[in-house]
């Protein structure tokens, strides 16, 4: 899936509130519940992840906050594949 131009960006991050771009990626950082919530919902992306073929870097800090970047490395930048997914994980966080 190609490379996104800027305006095709910001027009997916218009029904992404918060997520926002970082260079070539797309980030969100959230907060959980607690240490086994955040590490649960890290699975439950992990296995979106996995049906599509696509997978975030994905970092837990602080004991319950999940940092969530997309790119395409393939692409060298932001594609469909990373709004879609977020779009997904957006699904998955209250969960």
Not at 5 to 32: E, K, M, P, Q, Y
Not at 85 to 94: F, K, M, W
């Amino acid at each position: 899936m190609p490379r996104l131009d800027d305006a095709a960006i910001a027009a997916g991050l218009a029904d992404l509130a918060d997520w926002s771009r970082d260079g070539d990626a797309i980030v969100r950082t959230v907060r959980r519940k607690d240490f086994r919530d955040a590490v649960a919902f890290i699975g439950a992306i992990a296995d979106a992840a996995e049906r599509v073929n696509h997978h975030p870097d994905l970092c837990l800090r602080r004991y319950r906050t999940v940092e969530i970047r997309l790119t395409t490395h393939s692409e060298g930048g932001i594609s469909e594949h990373d709004l879609g997914l977020a779009r997904v994980i957006e699904t998955l966080i209250g969960t």
